[in-house]
Protein backbone atom coordinates (compact mmCIF):
# COMPACT_ATOMS: atom_id res chain seq x y z
CA UNK A 1 0.00 0.00 0.00
CA UNK A 2 1.22 3.74 -0.96
CA UNK A 3 -0.27 6.51 1.37
CA UNK A 4 0.75 9.85 0.05
CA UNK A 5 -0.50 13.59 1.86
CA UNK A 6 0.26 15.72 -0.58
CA UNK A 7 2.72 19.18 -0.38
CA UNK A 8 0.85 22.13 1.62
CA UNK A 9 0.61 24.88 -0.19
CA UNK A 10 2.48 27.89 0.75
CA UNK A 11 2.12 31.45 0.46
CA UNK A 12 5.28 33.69 -0.68
CA UNK A 13 4.61 36.98 -1.62
CA UNK A 14 1.12 37.02 -2.57
CA UNK A 15 1.60 33.54 -4.52
CA UNK A 16 0.84 30.12 -4.15
CA UNK A 17 3.46 27.42 -4.15
CA UNK A 18 4.34 23.86 -3.81
CA UNK A 19 7.95 23.94 -2.69
CA UNK A 20 9.79 20.28 -1.98
CA UNK A 21 11.80 22.26 0.50
CA UNK A 22 8.27 23.16 2.54
CA UNK A 23 6.87 19.78 1.39
CA UNK A 24 4.50 17.97 4.35
CA UNK A 25 4.25 14.88 3.10
CA UNK A 26 4.56 11.21 3.75
CA UNK A 27 5.23 8.04 1.73
CA UNK A 28 4.59 4.85 3.08
CA UNK A 29 4.97 1.22 1.49
CA UNK A 30 5.03 -1.68 3.03
CA UNK A 31 5.81 -0.21 6.41
CA UNK A 32 8.77 1.69 5.38
CA UNK A 33 8.01 5.61 5.83
CA UNK A 34 9.64 7.97 3.30
CA UNK A 35 10.59 11.43 3.87
CA UNK A 36 11.88 14.76 1.42
CA UNK A 37 14.97 13.77 2.00
CA UNK A 38 14.79 10.39 0.79
CA UNK A 39 12.43 11.63 -2.18
CA UNK A 40 15.69 13.96 -2.80
CA UNK A 41 17.88 10.62 -2.65
CA UNK A 42 16.00 8.91 -5.21
CA UNK A 43 15.39 11.81 -7.75
CA UNK A 44 19.75 12.07 -7.44
CA UNK A 45 20.23 8.47 -8.08
CA UNK A 46 17.61 8.66 -11.16
CA UNK A 47 20.03 11.80 -12.87
CA UNK A 48 23.17 9.50 -11.38
CA UNK A 49 22.40 6.23 -12.79
CA UNK A 50 19.51 6.17 -14.44
CA UNK A 51 20.34 5.31 -17.93
CA UNK A 52 21.00 1.95 -16.67
CA UNK A 53 17.08 0.87 -16.20
CA UNK A 54 14.53 1.18 -13.72
CA UNK A 55 15.74 -2.91 -11.86
CA UNK A 56 19.19 -1.31 -11.69
CA UNK A 57 17.24 2.15 -10.11
CA UNK A 58 15.29 -0.52 -7.65
CA UNK A 59 18.23 -2.82 -6.92
CA UNK A 60 20.62 0.65 -6.26
CA UNK A 61 18.12 2.09 -4.16
CA UNK A 62 17.58 -1.14 -1.70
CA UNK A 63 21.09 -1.05 -1.12
CA UNK A 64 21.22 2.22 -0.65
CA UNK A 65 18.32 1.94 1.95
CA UNK A 66 19.78 -1.33 3.28
CA UNK A 67 15.81 -2.39 2.51
CA UNK A 68 15.61 -6.05 3.28
CA UNK A 69 13.00 -8.84 3.83
CA UNK A 70 12.78 -10.96 7.21
CA UNK A 71 14.90 -13.46 5.59
CA UNK A 72 17.69 -10.75 5.42
CA UNK A 73 16.81 -10.56 1.06
CA UNK A 74 16.64 -6.95 -0.94
CA UNK A 75 13.03 -5.72 -1.38
CA UNK A 76 13.58 -5.14 -4.96
CA UNK A 77 9.86 -5.88 -5.89
CA UNK A 78 8.22 -3.60 -3.35
CA UNK A 79 11.05 -0.80 -4.58
CA UNK A 80 10.10 -1.37 -8.43
CA UNK A 81 6.34 -0.60 -7.11
CA UNK A 82 7.40 2.37 -5.02
CA UNK A 83 9.20 3.70 -7.77
CA UNK A 84 6.09 3.45 -10.50
CA UNK A 85 3.90 4.94 -7.76
CA UNK A 86 6.37 8.24 -6.85
CA UNK A 87 6.13 8.34 -11.16
CA UNK A 88 2.36 8.13 -11.25
CA UNK A 89 1.99 11.05 -8.40
CA UNK A 90 4.33 13.28 -10.70
CA UNK A 91 6.95 13.22 -7.93
CA UNK A 92 9.84 11.84 -9.93
CA UNK A 93 10.46 10.84 -13.44
CA UNK A 94 11.98 7.55 -14.45
CA UNK A 95 13.80 6.72 -16.97
CA UNK A 96 12.33 4.67 -20.42
CA UNK A 97 11.77 1.17 -20.37
CA UNK A 98 15.10 -1.04 -21.10
CA UNK A 99 12.21 -3.70 -22.37
CA UNK A 100 8.71 -3.32 -23.05
CA UNK A 101 6.75 -4.05 -19.94
CA UNK A 102 4.39 -7.53 -20.29
CA UNK A 103 0.96 -6.37 -21.74
CA UNK A 104 -1.46 -7.64 -19.08
CA UNK A 105 -2.49 -11.56 -18.66
CA UNK A 106 1.30 -12.19 -20.21
CA UNK A 107 1.70 -15.87 -19.51
CA UNK A 108 5.05 -17.54 -19.63
CA UNK A 109 6.15 -19.88 -21.91
CA UNK A 110 7.16 -23.02 -20.36
CA UNK A 111 7.90 -26.53 -22.13
CA UNK A 112 5.43 -29.50 -21.32
CA UNK A 113 6.94 -31.67 -19.21
CA UNK A 114 7.33 -35.58 -20.09
CA UNK A 115 5.89 -36.95 -17.36
CA UNK A 116 6.12 -40.61 -16.30
CA UNK A 117 2.13 -42.11 -15.64
CA UNK A 118 2.08 -43.50 -12.02
CA UNK A 119 0.24 -46.86 -11.76
CA UNK A 120 -1.75 -46.47 -8.83
CA UNK A 121 -2.35 -48.76 -6.22
CA UNK A 122 -5.71 -50.53 -5.74
CA UNK A 123 -7.74 -49.46 -3.05
CA UNK A 124 -9.04 -46.27 -1.63
CA UNK A 125 -6.29 -43.32 -0.98
CA UNK A 126 -6.33 -44.29 3.22
CA UNK A 127 -4.42 -47.28 2.13
CA UNK A 128 -1.97 -45.92 0.44
CA UNK A 129 -1.32 -42.24 1.04
CA UNK A 130 1.31 -42.44 3.12
CA UNK A 131 3.44 -43.50 0.10
CA UNK A 132 2.99 -39.78 -1.53
CA UNK A 133 5.79 -37.39 -1.15
CA UNK A 134 4.63 -33.57 -0.76
CA UNK A 135 7.81 -31.99 -1.51
CA UNK A 136 8.67 -28.06 -1.06
CA UNK A 137 10.31 -27.02 -4.79
CA UNK A 138 13.94 -26.24 -4.56
CA UNK A 139 16.03 -27.58 -7.27
CA UNK A 140 16.05 -25.88 -10.99
CA UNK A 141 14.66 -29.43 -12.04
CA UNK A 142 11.86 -29.09 -9.50
CA UNK A 143 11.14 -25.41 -10.57
CA UNK A 144 11.12 -26.42 -14.13
CA UNK A 145 8.51 -29.50 -13.67
CA UNK A 146 6.61 -27.38 -11.34
CA UNK A 147 6.27 -24.71 -14.06
CA UNK A 148 5.30 -27.27 -16.65
CA UNK A 149 2.88 -28.70 -14.98
CA UNK A 150 0.52 -25.72 -14.39
CA UNK A 151 1.59 -23.70 -17.86
CA UNK A 152 0.31 -26.89 -19.61
CA UNK A 153 -2.80 -28.37 -17.41
CA UNK A 154 -3.82 -25.05 -15.07
CA UNK A 155 -6.49 -23.13 -16.96
CA UNK A 156 -5.15 -20.13 -15.53
CA UNK A 157 -1.52 -21.25 -16.82
CA UNK A 158 1.63 -20.27 -15.34
CA UNK A 159 3.13 -16.81 -14.24
CA UNK A 160 6.12 -15.79 -13.25
CA UNK A 161 5.11 -15.25 -9.67
CA UNK A 162 5.85 -11.70 -7.89
CA UNK A 163 6.80 -11.31 -3.91
CA UNK A 164 7.46 -14.57 -1.46
CA UNK A 165 5.99 -17.86 -3.34
CA UNK A 166 6.44 -21.39 -2.36
CA UNK A 167 5.50 -24.15 -4.34
CA UNK A 168 5.03 -27.69 -3.75
CA UNK A 169 5.21 -31.11 -5.62
CA UNK A 170 3.11 -34.16 -4.53
CA UNK A 171 4.74 -37.41 -6.32
CA UNK A 172 3.53 -41.40 -6.41
CA UNK A 173 6.50 -43.78 -7.19
CA UNK A 174 8.28 -40.62 -8.90
CA UNK A 175 5.27 -39.23 -10.73
CA UNK A 176 3.89 -36.26 -10.14
CA UNK A 177 0.28 -36.19 -8.91
CA UNK A 178 -0.05 -32.52 -7.98
CA UNK A 179 0.77 -29.83 -7.58
CA UNK A 180 0.41 -26.66 -5.43
CA UNK A 181 1.61 -23.12 -4.86
CA UNK A 182 1.57 -19.59 -1.96
CA UNK A 183 2.10 -16.54 -2.72
CA UNK A 184 1.30 -12.66 -1.43
CA UNK A 185 -2.08 -12.48 0.34
CA UNK A 186 -4.82 -10.22 -1.46
CA UNK A 187 -4.25 -6.47 -0.64
CA UNK A 188 -7.99 -5.91 0.14
CA UNK A 189 -11.51 -8.17 0.29
CA UNK A 190 -14.46 -6.67 1.97
CA UNK A 191 -15.36 -10.77 3.51
CA UNK A 192 -12.26 -11.53 4.03
CA UNK A 193 -11.40 -8.13 6.12
CA UNK A 194 -14.64 -8.02 8.06
CA UNK A 195 -14.09 -11.84 8.78
CA UNK A 196 -10.51 -10.75 9.93
CA UNK A 197 -12.39 -7.86 12.30
CA UNK A 198 -8.98 -5.46 11.53
CA UNK A 199 -8.63 -1.98 10.57
CA UNK A 200 -6.88 -0.79 7.76
CA UNK A 201 -4.24 0.18 10.08
CA UNK A 202 -4.25 -3.46 11.65
CA UNK A 203 -4.51 -4.53 7.38
CA UNK A 204 -1.13 -2.68 6.67
CA UNK A 205 0.89 -4.23 9.35
CA UNK A 206 -0.42 -7.80 9.69
CA UNK A 207 -0.60 -8.19 5.92
CA UNK A 208 2.46 -10.41 5.59
CA UNK A 209 0.58 -12.61 8.74
CA UNK A 210 -1.50 -14.20 5.47
CA UNK A 211 -0.87 -16.21 2.38
CA UNK A 212 -3.04 -17.13 -0.61
CA UNK A 213 -3.01 -20.36 -2.11
CA UNK A 214 -2.86 -19.02 -5.79
CA UNK A 215 -2.50 -22.49 -7.62
CA UNK A 216 -3.72 -26.20 -6.80
CA UNK A 217 -3.50 -28.72 -10.06
CA UNK A 218 -4.47 -32.57 -9.50
CA UNK A 219 -2.91 -34.01 -12.84
CA UNK A 220 -6.15 -34.60 -15.07
CA UNK A 221 -5.36 -38.17 -15.32
CA UNK A 222 -5.33 -38.38 -11.50
CA UNK A 223 -9.01 -39.93 -10.76
CA UNK A 224 -8.95 -40.27 -6.91
CA UNK A 225 -11.44 -39.19 -4.24
CA UNK A 226 -10.20 -37.20 -1.72
CA UNK A 227 -6.83 -36.58 -2.75
CA UNK A 228 -7.54 -32.60 -3.43
CA UNK A 229 -8.98 -32.50 0.48
CA UNK A 230 -5.88 -34.60 1.88
CA UNK A 231 -3.35 -32.32 0.62
CA UNK A 232 -4.99 -29.45 1.11
CA UNK A 233 -4.41 -30.52 4.83
CA UNK A 234 -1.12 -32.49 4.45
CA UNK A 235 0.52 -29.38 2.96
CA UNK A 236 -0.99 -26.64 5.39
CA UNK A 237 0.53 -28.55 8.38
CA UNK A 238 3.70 -27.76 7.59
CA UNK A 239 3.26 -24.53 5.42
CA UNK A 240 3.48 -22.18 8.02
CA UNK A 241 7.11 -23.72 9.27
CA UNK A 242 8.33 -23.61 5.53
CA UNK A 243 7.49 -19.96 5.38
CA UNK A 244 9.34 -19.44 8.60
CA UNK A 245 12.02 -21.23 7.17
CA UNK A 246 12.60 -19.32 4.28
CA UNK A 247 11.02 -16.06 4.85
CA UNK A 248 11.39 -15.89 8.59
CA UNK A 249 7.71 -15.02 8.98
CA UNK A 250 5.51 -16.21 11.15
CA UNK A 251 1.70 -16.84 9.26
CA UNK A 252 -1.84 -16.50 10.98
CA UNK A 253 -4.25 -17.47 8.02
CA UNK A 254 -4.48 -18.60 4.40
CA UNK A 255 -6.94 -17.78 1.68
CA UNK A 256 -7.45 -18.75 -2.02
CA UNK A 257 -10.27 -17.98 -4.83
CA UNK A 258 -11.78 -20.52 -6.51
CA UNK A 259 -14.03 -18.94 -10.01
CA UNK A 260 -17.38 -19.86 -8.64
CA UNK A 261 -18.79 -20.79 -12.26
CA UNK A 262 -15.93 -23.71 -12.95
CA UNK A 263 -16.14 -25.05 -9.43
CA UNK A 264 -17.80 -25.51 -6.43
CA UNK A 265 -15.00 -25.44 -3.69
CA UNK A 266 -15.72 -28.68 -2.58
CA UNK A 267 -12.39 -29.90 -1.94
CA UNK A 268 -11.54 -26.74 0.38
CA UNK A 269 -15.13 -27.82 2.01
CA UNK A 270 -13.92 -30.91 2.79
CA UNK A 271 -10.77 -29.69 4.42
CA UNK A 272 -11.72 -27.70 6.58
CA UNK A 273 -11.68 -24.37 4.58
CA UNK A 274 -14.05 -21.77 5.57
CA UNK A 275 -16.29 -19.36 2.80
CA UNK A 276 -16.37 -16.06 3.95
CA UNK A 277 -18.41 -14.55 1.16
CA UNK A 278 -17.15 -13.91 -2.87
CA UNK A 279 -15.67 -10.84 -5.18
CA UNK A 280 -17.43 -8.41 -7.24
CA UNK A 281 -15.29 -9.60 -10.23
CA UNK A 282 -13.81 -6.30 -10.19
CA UNK A 283 -10.26 -6.90 -9.19
CA UNK A 284 -7.33 -4.42 -8.12
CA UNK A 285 -7.11 -2.28 -11.48
CA UNK A 286 -11.24 -1.92 -12.21
CA UNK A 287 -10.78 1.88 -11.99
CA UNK A 288 -14.44 1.80 -13.92
CA UNK A 289 -16.35 -0.37 -11.80
CA UNK A 290 -16.83 -2.43 -15.21
CA UNK A 291 -16.84 -5.71 -13.42
CA UNK A 292 -15.40 -7.64 -16.13
CA UNK A 293 -13.77 -10.96 -14.24
CA UNK A 294 -15.00 -13.81 -13.24
CA UNK A 295 -16.68 -14.00 -9.83
CA UNK A 296 -14.82 -15.81 -7.30
CA UNK A 297 -15.71 -17.50 -3.75
CA UNK A 298 -13.43 -16.67 -1.07
CA UNK A 299 -11.90 -19.62 1.36
CA UNK A 300 -9.77 -18.85 4.52
CA UNK A 301 -8.44 -21.54 6.42
CA UNK A 302 -6.70 -20.40 10.11
CA UNK A 303 -3.39 -21.91 10.50
CA UNK A 304 -3.44 -20.90 14.24
CA UNK A 305 -6.24 -20.47 16.90
CA UNK A 306 -5.65 -17.15 17.69
CA UNK A 307 -5.15 -16.01 13.89
CA UNK A 308 -7.87 -12.93 15.16
CA UNK A 309 -5.72 -11.79 18.37
CA UNK A 310 -2.32 -11.96 16.18
CA UNK A 311 -4.17 -10.15 13.17
CA UNK A 312 -5.61 -7.23 15.24
CA UNK A 313 -3.06 -5.73 17.87
CA UNK A 314 -3.32 -2.41 19.24
CA UNK A 315 -1.75 0.27 16.88
CA UNK A 316 -1.05 3.36 17.67
Known amino acids: MLVVLFPKIVQTSGRSLCHDDAVAQELSIRRRRIGPEDLQRIRELVVEEGEHGRTHLSRRLCRVWDWRQANGLFREIACRDLLRQLEARGLITLPARLRAARRPGYRNRVRAPELPQPALPEGGLRDWRARIALTLVQSQAERQLFNGLMGTYHYLGYRQPTGAQLKYLACYEQGPLAALSFGPAAFQIGPRDQFIGWSARQREARRPWLVNNDRFLILPWIDVPQ ?56 GRNDRLNQAGLPIKTIWLYPLRPDFRQVLCPAVP
Open 227 to 282: LASWLLSHCLRRLRLDWQQVYRQELALCETFVQQDRFAGCSYAAANWICVGATRGR
